[in-house]
């Protein structure tokens, strides 16, 4: 009997480290739906205002980013900015700098993952060069496609030649396409019995923040201790194959904030590095524009352009970086040099992310809007 118990308690843990995973992933999945939900309560009006004073593409750009990093879902927004311009009341080209922003806005969460690795000097440096590759790649690609979209209009006027192939000529009057998450209906009703969207968003975000570590014990516990040994072996070993399962993993999730988050602990322990990591994040900026693109079915041209532009955008940013082994080490580079500075100056990496994903963008909005 005894033998028995010892032979049955492996599986018994191996089952509930899986288990304390998943759970795990539920709740970041809840935590930020219900942040999407109460922000969305509480700017709702607001928010409107904003997206309509676009004129300025660079005021839009910040706008994208400062809004996605307050709600850390890309999908939301550009499923959102689809609707907005399929109503008529946001063109083409007001909406893709917000777009491309919002590239840049949803990257917050896998850096802010990394901060819970504060306390181990070595970890905290892979953590957040980490979580600091994947706002450099987006990054790098606005600083390349945005020029060619404002002087030429690049993005929008390939997006619409592709969008003339698809677009209907009849209108569809059935409900909008959004990003509506299985966790929906709960994350409704909790914000609608709290009925104070200022209490509602501020739990939201602290729970964001307790879920994130939550997320990061749990994948360590459960795979990165013991049973995750081979997947260096498996995922990331190869440069297309990382690819690959970063955009069809995103692609299943429509979160690419889930699945970049995900890799910082593998990283953080040495699991795997972040030259071979890099690939699985590149293919999960791609995979998370489905939402976008399924939010854009059966609506008007524009509406599919626009999330064509997201498609287009993430596509030129793995053309760009993915096929060359030195320039997608650049990226690489940077972020591990940042992570270098930010263990010597700990203000450092608390100074980027402030200054970066919220003061930058919020006094530009502020001082160039009237």
Do not use: C
């Not at 970890?123 to 060069?129: D, G, I, K, T």
């Not at 939201?204 to 307790?210: G, Q, R, T």
Request: no cysteine; proline share 3%.
């Amino acid at each position: 009997m005894e033998k028995l118990e010892k032979q049955e308690s492996p599986t018994k843990s191996i089952f509930f480290q899986y288990l304390q995973v998943i759970l795990a992933l539920l709740l970041f999945i809840f935590a930020i739906d219900l942040l999407t939900v109460g922000v969305g309560n509480i700017n709702g009006g607001i928010a409107l205002d904003i997206l309509n004073a676009t004129k300025n593409p660079f005021i839009s750009l910040f706008i994208g980013l400062l809004v996605t990093a307050l709600i850390q879902s890309s999908s939301t927004v550009t499923a959102s900015l689809v609707a907005i311009v399929a109503s008529g009341n946001l063109t083409l080209q007001q909406a893709v700098p917000i777009v491309l922003g919002a590239n840049i806005g949803t990257t917050l969460t896998s850096t802010l993952v990394s901060l819970s690795y504060l306390m181990d000097k070595k970890q905290f440096r892979r953590a957040l060069s980490a979580g600091i590759s994947h706002d450099f790649f987006n990054i790098f690609t606005v600083i390349l496609l945005f020029p060619l979209e404002i002087y030429f209009g690049f993005l929008s006027n390939t997006a619409s030649y592709i969008a003339n192939w698809f677009a209907s000529d009849n209108s569809f009057e059935g409900p909008i396409v959004y990003n509506r998450m299985f966790t929906r209906t709960w994350t409704e009703w909790v914000v609608a019995q709290i009925n104070q969207p200022v209490v509602s968003m501020i739990l939201s975000v602290i729970l964001v923040f307790f879920a994130i570590k939550v997320l990061s014990t749990a994948m360590y516990k459960s795979f990165i201790k013991n049973t995750f040994q081979d997947i260096n072996k498996v995922i990331f070993q190869k440069t297309g194959l990382a690819f690959f399962y970063g955009l069809f993993f995103t692609a299943a999730v429509q979160s690419s904030t889930v699945t970049t988050s995900l890799v910082v602990p593998l990283v953080a322990s040495k699991k795997v590095t972040l030259a071979k990591v890099f690939p699985f994040i590149i293919g999960a900026n791609i995979g998370t524009t489905i939402t976008a693109v399924i939010a854009s079915i059966y609506k008007p041209e524009a509406a599919i352009a626009l999330a064509l532009v997201h498609v287009l955008f993430n596509t030129m940013g793995a053309l760009i970086f993915l096929p060359i082994a030195s320039i997608r080490n650049i990226p690489v580079w940077l972020s591990n040099y940042m992570g270098k500075m930010s263990v010597k100056y700990r203000v450092v990496g608390f100074a980027y992310i402030l200054l970066t994903f919220f003061i930058i963008p919020f006094l530009l909005i502020y001082f160039t809007t009237d």
